[in-house]
């Protein structure tokens, strides 16, 4: 799956930060994400664009390499970039604004209000006075994209840096105006002020007739955690009112003088071609154009009504190849590797070095299970679908686009029209939602080619049916697991393999002395990409799942079992939590209930769920009643705004445990719609409750993703405990549970 | 065709010209420049193009502009009025009932159209009447909470 990109480099600045800036961060690999290169060049910013777009003032820039200069012994930048690469810049203009520019994006995750709120902390100034610029392709430094849950770890540390280094030179542009030692002086509330004189500065006193750039000096650090005033408290979303009064402008929302309506035609399956077309009847039509280029088709007219009705008058002929996509023999499909081992296909990736011998330490067992676990294909479903507008002025290409990789999508852009980088933009408005699902986003290509053949600005939103059907998937995947463990509970062998679904979290965090851990590449039916916490959910499912049966095997409670086994504080710390909370061990399911657990660790923060299921004997139906997760991600940037991503990650895992999967034969998507596709909604909402686990002492990482993946196995624990039924199939119970 | 000439928006009379069987959600955002309500999914399944017609929640993806004549619509927009934000509005705010907001606008006027016809809604109840709605993101308990912290806001007089 791996594409080749050419440089996403460009705009007036031509800066780029570089990912792997990555200061207290673990890296990510390369191969967990499929879509993912790095620009060919980097070139030396010129400094006077800074004030070409931000006004007269002063900008502090980070440059990668200074954020590498902090971490000795991290891998070199992506390409071997030079010092001068700009991770994130910050401009206080002459009216006192502060202005932060970032690739990043906003999907729902909140960073627009925790990225405000860590340079707030440095420049003791209220949240409501920083704005953030964020993903616009013209204005902010290249970012690799919006996932991996690195925004915390990477861009939050970058940031503070910057807001500290910003801070520093504010006293000492204050010193020099009132000659006395910048020590004498304090910044409070945008202010900068020498007591012993009562006299204070605004920020845009300080700056005013200035046009100074400063890069950070390698020195510079935030403030810490124990000190944080506005970082580390439950700060309102800070574009809340836009949400709540629809006044915010997703790039659905864009509208241009004089724009038409685009709709492209899709092929009758999967796997089609192109024969003949006819684009008469379309194009007859008043105000409709209609193209066709290369295996490109599509219209654009003036309402949108008019151009659905443009596109079905479209004639034209496929041929369907004999191979279509199914899903009747997907898990043994996916049991053919491309490449057995560590780290080849697309969804290969890394298992750990193996440890001892697994056929020793089954030698050694008491008890020894094997068993087979199956994940299905879902959908992402964000409730914005792929969209895009489109307008060429003056050779130039601007596309506001909803994407979790802006530069991606420029890069895109720039390939699919041969155009110089520097006259194609991207604007990603806050976005509806990503999960994981808009690492691109072909409506943008679609609307550029559709506004370039009719001379106006084209709109472009997907239909549900199309975002099901020509986006891409969580891959599928097939898990074996082989273990062996004593009688006391000790785990003698233990071997995981997982076929296409991926290497994210894969190995175990148990103690076990003989260990063989692998992933292997499948040749996959679908189109398959990124999902929130990757495979880290489905290898937690099969993990965890076998844990519990490996408990249930000697007798012993599954919480006593996996503590048993168990050293990594963190994940010790999270687990206890969960049980102290839930209560476990207290009191005994009701029938037809039951309660289940499962701990788990991804990017670097750890989790664990306690669940309490109710299975209907009658109708199987499973409900889930009460799911307790404690968290832990290093010292905590907004509590609210946290609880709200593991409430929401254990509410969408939900879905992919119980009911969700796609559906394919003959090349069609069989339940490309809401109607036929199940996603989580308001009666399946269990109590929710979260217990934070705040690490003043730690590194802030990211929570977007591990939250999800500990209720899977702990609701198939559940639903173990309450019916006697192991359920090794995400997902578990589409249509209920058979007792 | 027959086209629609007028609507009543938000209290105000629209002038427009829209082929009768266009979908009122186009025609409010893409004619009227009300792009509050989304859409999300073309068949009525997720809600987020939930607007109010005669104080009912109707899907406007699947309402013809030929069958809101002379109907009252409320969108998002026309719930704040004289800068002041409706209580379901302001309670989706303390709560934070939202992640990526695209569902909001949808949820607040279900929500509303619900609290309308039912002043001390139960969970069941909210269950009920906003099941239609879809939240990706997964807030569904913020946004029950906020219903109700709503419900308490309006028999105080909030509104």
Redesign the interface.
């Known amino acids: 799956m791996k594409r080749n990109h050419t440089a996403a480099q460009s705009g007036p600045l031509a800066p780029r930060a570089d990912c792997d800036s990555r200061s207290e961060s673990p890296t990510i690999e390369p191969e967990r994400y499929e879509f993912f290169e790095e620009p060919k060049y980097v070139f030396e910013p010129d400094r006077r664009d800074f004030f070409k777009i931000a006004g007269a003032g002063i900008v502090v820039c980070l440059v990668a390499g200074d954020a590498l200069a902090q971490q000795p012994g991290q891998r070199g930048g992506r390409g071997g970039g030079g010092p001068q690469e700009i991770g994130a810049w910050l401009h206080i203009g002459e009216d006192g604004q502060v202005t932060v520019y970032t690739g990043k994006v906003e ?4 960073i627009r209000t925790s990225l405000s709120q860590v340079v707030a902390e440095e420049l003791r100034s209220p949240v409501a006075s920083i704005r953030l610029v964020m993903a616009d392709t013209d204005l902010v430094p290249f970012d690799n994209g919006t996932f991996g849950s690195q925004t915390t770890p990477q861009m939050a540390s970058q940031l503070r840096r910057v807001g500290a280094a910003a801070r520093q030179w504010l006293l000492e542009l204050a010193a020099a105006e009132t000659k006395v030692d910048p020590e004498k002086l304090v910044i409070a509330d945008g202010k900068v002020t020498h007591r012993a004189s009562n006299r204070s500065f605004s920020f845009g006193a300080l700056t005013k007739g200035k046009k100074q750039t400063k890069t950070i000096a390698a020195d510079v650090r935030g403030t810490p955690a124990a000190d944080w005033v506005y970082a580390g408290t439950s700060i ?2 800070v574009d ?11 790039s ?2 864009i ?1 241009l003088p004089g724009m038409l ?1 685009g709709k492209v035609l899709r092929p009758e399956t999967l796997k089609a071609k192109l024969v003949s077309v006819n684009l008469k009847d379309a194009e007859a039509r008043p105000g409709v154009v209609a193209i066709r280029d290369d295996t490109f088709v599509g219209v654009a007219a003036p ?3 008019e151009a659905e009705e443009a596109l079905a008058a479209i004639k034209a002929e496929w041929e369907l190849e004999a191979d279509q996509p199914s899903d009747k023999n997907l898990f043994a499909d996916l049991k053919k590797p491309q490449g057995a081992g560590q780290g080849r296909g697309g969804f290969g990736g890394r298992g750990g070095q193996p440890r001892g011998s697994v056929e020793q330490g089954l030698a050694a067992a008491d008890h020894k299970l094997a068993a087979t676990y199956t994940i299905a294909y879902i959908a992402h ?5 792929r969209t895009a507008v489109a307008e060429w002025k003056d050779g130039k290409l601007t596309v506001w686009a909803g994407t979790q990789a802006p530069f991606r999508v420029k890069s895109d852009l720039v390939r699919a029209f041969n155009l110089p980088q520097e006259k194609v933009r991207v604007i990603t408005p ?4 990503g ?1 994981g699902g808009k690492h691109q986003n072909e409506a943008a290509i679609e609307a550029a080619r559709l506004a370039k053949a009719a001379g106006k600005p084209v709109k472009l ?1 997907w ?2 049916e199309e975002e099901f059907t020509w986006a891409y998937f969580r891959p599928a995947g097939v898990i074996e697991v082989n273990a062996g463990v004593k009688k006391d509970g000790t785990l003698t062998a233990w071997e995981f393999h997982n076929y296409n679904s991926g290497g994210s979290a894969i190995d175990t965090r148990y103690d076990v002395p003989n260990v063989k851990v692998e992933a292997h590449g499948s040749p996959s039916p679908l189109r398959q990409g990124s999902y929130r916490a990757l495979a880290a959910t489905a290898n937690h499912f099969a993990r965890e799942s076998h844990m519990d049966d490996l408990a249930h095997a000697v007798g012993m409670d599954p919480l006593e079992f996996r503590l048993k086994n168990l050293k990594e504080p963190r994940m010790r710390a999270v687990l206890e939590a969960a049980a102290k909370q839930f209560g476990w061990g207290q009191s005994k399911p009701a029938t037809g209930h039951g309660f289940g657990l499962a701990v788990g660790t991804e990017k670097n923060s750890v989790v664990a769920t306690c669940a309490e299921v109710a299975v209907n004997r009658d109708s199987g139906n499973v409900q889930v009643l009460r799911a307790v997760t404690a968290f832990e991600c290093g010292a905590i940037l907004n509590p ?2 946290l609880k ?2 593991i ?6 895992g939900l879905g992919g445990a119980l009911f969700e999967a796609i559906h394919f034969d003959g090349g069609k998507i069989q339940n490309a ?3 036929k596709y199940r ?7 269990p ?2 409750e979260t217990v934070l686990l705040d690490r003043k002492d730690m590194p802030s990482t990211g929570a977007g993703e591990t939250p999800i993946v500990a209720i899977a196995p702990a609701v198939g624990n559940a639903i173990f405990q309450a019916t006697g039924v192991r359920l090794r199939s995400m997902p578990m119970a589409p249509k209920g549970v058979k007792t | 065709m027959a086209a629609i000439a007028e609507l009543l928006v938000n209290g105000s009379k629209r002038r427009i010209s ?2 009768e ?3 009122l959600l ?1 025609v409010l ?2 004619d009227l ?11 009525g ?2 809600g ?1 193009c939930t607007v109010l017609i005669d104080g009912v929640a109707k899907r406007s993806c699947r309402t013809s502009v030929g069958a809101c004549t002379g109907k009252q619509i409320t ?3 026309g ?2 009025r004289d800068g002041k ?1 409706h209580p379901l ?1 302001d309670a ?2 303390n709560v ?1 009932a ?8 949808g949820m ?1 006027m279900s929500g509303v159209a619900l609290l309308n016809k039912n002043t001390n809604p139960t969970l069941p109840d ?2 009920q009447a ?2 239609g ?12 909470l906020a219903v109700r912290q709503a419900a308490v806001a309006l028999k105080g007089g909030g509104r």
């Open positions: 999907v729902g995750q909140n309102p979303k809340g009112r836009a949400m709540v009064t629809g006044k915010h402008r997703y659905a929302d509208s309506h309402t949108l009504f479903a964000p409730l914005e679908p806050d976005t509806g939602s999960y939103i239909t549900r609210d705004h709200n991503q409430e929401g990650a254990v509410i969408m719609s809401f109607g996603v989580p909604r308001f009666s399946d909402a109590v929710l | 829209a082929a069987e266009r979908t186009s955002r893409d420049d009300l792009t509050g309500s989304k859409y999300g999914c073309g068949e399944k997720c987020a969108t998002i927009e719930l704040e934000l509005q989706f705010l934070c939202m992640q990526c907001g695209y569902c909001t606008p607040i909210i269950v906003m099941e709605n879809m939240c990706r993101c997964g807030t569904y308990p913020r946004i029950t």
